[in-house]
């Protein structure tokens, strides 16, 4: 099981000392703090946290600059905005997901600590990031156990090998446990357990969109021996969803070789992705 590791942003001495101190009270695991986004980015790059609890202004940046890190390298992370509520302009979270916890409620205390349950312990009992709607996102998902017309599906995997220049590529759909394969290009790397694919953490990522430039070095994946036995050292995976919204399965490509992957190759792999979905929508929703 993953440890839990919190860190608490706050440029409040004060409050920050007692919010890790609550913490640290509530939950076995490891509670870090930091005063500002540069002292925050340091910890997050070294070590990405399970949950962040952070304030929203600092003189050096924002709260949700420091939501985007931590999802950047932790796309299970649990970010949670704690602070006042004047202090925050409502407009920037549009963008962004992520829990607002108002510091002068009067339960605010108990929301937090039912959040950081929520999305810190039932997260890392899971063993890997979990959709927000798991149940009915599984349901959907069982309805492609069994696929006959899978020729246009292994048409968008070839244009995603080709494109990348990549031997390896796959589109499958996760399940409770397993990642089953719907159709593949090249040799089959993808991990059969749920735990130990990468394609589950395109679910929940950035924009639905994961690149790993080099697994062996990433912390969410260097002790997964599944992937390296499968010979992954890089990776891009974009999220395909039913005609229903649901997420049921992942566009992959697998790299043997390191390789870093910009906003123009997660762009183009999250187009195809949609195709896929499309043609998801063109076959009929139960198909």
């Not at 962040?52 to 940046?61: C, I, M, N, P, Q």
């Not at 600590?113 to 997260?123: D, K, M, S, V, Y």
């Not at 990433?218 to 997964?224: G, M, S, T, V, Y």
């Amino acid at each position: 099981m993953e440890t839990l590791r919190v860190l608490v942003v706050d440029n409040d001495e004060a409050t920050r000392s007692e919010t890790a101190e609550f913490i640290s009270e509530a939950f076995d695991g490891d509670v870090r703090t930091a005063d500002s986004v540069s002292a925050a980015t340091e910890l997050i790059e070294r070590e990405p946290p399970t949950v962040l609890v952070t304030g929203y202004e600092f003189d050096d940046g924002n709260g949700l600059e420091l939501v985007a890190l931590a999802r950047e390298h932790n796309p299970g992370c649990g970010c949670i905005l704690y602070t006042r509520s004047e202090s925050v302009d409502t407009d920037s979270f549009e963008d962004v997901i992520v829990d607002f916890v108002p510091k002068e409620a009067p339960e605010a205390t108990e929301t937090l600590r039912a959040l950081i349950q929520q999305t810190g312990i039932e997260q890392t009992q899971a063993a890997h990031p979990v959709p927000e709607t798991e149940q009915d996102r599984l349901d959907t998902a069982e309805t492609f156990a069994e696929r006959t017309d899978t020729e246009p599906f292994e048409r968008v995997t070839r244009l995603a090998a080709d494109h990348f220049g990549l031997d390896s590529a796959a589109i499958v759909v996760v399940y409770r446990d397993e990642v089953g394969v719907l159709t593949a290009v090249g040799p089959n790397r993808t991990p059969k357990l749920r735990e130990q694919s990468l394609a589950t953490h395109a679910l929940t990522a950035d924009q639905q969109v994961l690149g790993v430039e080099d697994t062996r070095t990433d912390p969410r994946f260097a002790d997964i021996n599944a992937i390296h036995e499968n010979g992954i050292v890089s990776y891009l995976g974009a999220t395909i969803h039913h005609p229903n919204g649901e997420a049921v399965g992942v566009l992959s490509v697998y790299g043997t070789e390191p390789r870093t992957f910009d906003a123009a190759d997660r762009t183009y792999l999250g187009r195809l992705a949609t195709l896929a979905g499309d043609l998801l929508a063109a076959g009929g929703a139960d198909a």
